[in-house]
């Protein structure tokens, strides 16, 4: 579909105007039905332009951690189907005994763990823009994480991973008590990913 320069320069100043009306916090669950709103009819009317946009604009997001809720805009309880025909996703089917599948939104940052049987949301991992207390996790210091949110290191679970044959790419991971959070670090104990289930 090719567009006219004015029709683009329409398209630009809505996502513009979006943006604006909801900076860091658009799928916070106050704002999250009109933004949902807005963008469906933005979708509609100028299909993949918009979804580049989306992808783009995805990267200032703020993904909000509510613990025993979810990373907005995902929520635990909630069906995949709701995302699905808002968003571009990448699907990955797992082996029938593993009792989830994995879908991957906003360039892979997010990844979603749903029941084979409902497609209801079980996890969430986070990998960019991960926000907890107004606090950005990803690239933060374990040490510092646990002295802003005010978690017990020593009653937090800790279990090294190794994800190859070299040391240096080994992470740690943190299982919060009773959060249902776990906080991935690389070997120099800063955070690269938070993965939250419902517990």
């Known amino acids: ?49 918009v979804n580049y946009a989306y992808f783009a604009l995805s990267r200032y997001m703020k993904f909000i951690v509510e613990i025993n809720i979810g990373v907005g805009p995902f929520y635990f309880g909630h069906s995949i189907e709701e995302y699905k025909s808002k ?16 879908y ?11 029941d084979k049987l409902d497609s209801k949301i079980e996890a969430i991992a986070c990998r960019d823009n991960c926000y907890l207390n107004d606090l950005d996790l990803i690239g933060l210091d374990i040490d510092d994480f646990f002295l802003t949110n005010n978690f017990d290191k020593s009653e937090s679970d800790f279990e090294l991973i190794s994800l190859t044959d070299d040391a240096e790419e080994d992470q740690g991971v943190y299982d919060i008590d009773r959060t249902g959070l776990q906080v991935w670090v690389n070997s120099l104990n800063k955070i690269v990913t938070v993965f ?4």
Request: charged share 20%; net charge negative.
């Open 87 to 102: 968003n571009t996703f990448t699907y990955t089917a797992n082996d029938a005994e593993i009792r989830w599948d994995k």
């Open 196 to 199: 939250l289930s419902d517990e």
């Open 1 to 49: 579909m090719v567009l006219h320069l004015t029709e683009t320069l329409v398209v630009l100043t809505k996502v513009v105007t979006l943006l604006v009306l909801c900076p860091d916090h658009w799928y916070r669950p106050s704002s999250r039905p009109f933004v949902f709103i807005c963008w469906s009819a933005l979708k509609a009317r100028y299909g993949i332009l």
């Open 104 to 114: 991957e939104f906003f360039g892979d940052t997010i990844e979603i763990y749903v």
